[in-house]
């Protein structure tokens, strides 16, 4: 599976950005799907993740409330629905995939995108 992470940019406090996560591979849909994020200077964060059918979905407490995870499968993509964003939300985002459940750490998936930069200024 290839991943194409896009979507970032630049957003003032309280706007929203919608990431997306393109998928390349038809066993697509038997993946879970996680995003994560990493400020400079700091370690990769786990923000949420989907299973393979969407019926499932699961949030970092950081986020919860604001940020909704979501998966088109006939379209091969994730997103990731970023709301209500705050300056210490900016991080180089980074879409990931693993068959099987969706866990939290960032060892357990195989399959990673490039990133996109989510700014938010105060």
């Known amino acids: 599976v290839q991943l194409q992470a896009s979507g970032g940019g630049l957003v003032q406090a309280g706007g929203s950005l919608t990431l997306s996560c393109a998928a390349s591979g038809r066993t697509f849909s038997s993946y879970a799907v996680a995003w994560f994020r990493q400020a400079p200077g700091k370690e990769r964060d786990f923000v949420a993740a989907i299973n393979w059918s969407g019926g499932s979905t699961y949030y970092a407490d950081s986020v919860k409330g604001r940020f909704t995870i979501s998966r088109d499968n006939a379209g091969n993509t994730v997103y990731l629905r970023l709301n209500s964003l705050k300056p210490e939300d900016t991080a180089l985002y980074y879409c990931?995939?693993?068959?099987?459940?969706?866990?939290?750490?960032?060892?357990?998936?195989?399959?990673w995108g490039q990133g996109t930069q989510v700014t938010v200024s105060s």
């Open positions: 990931a995939a693993r068959s099987g459940s969706y866990v939290a750490s960032a060892l357990r998936y195989a399959y």
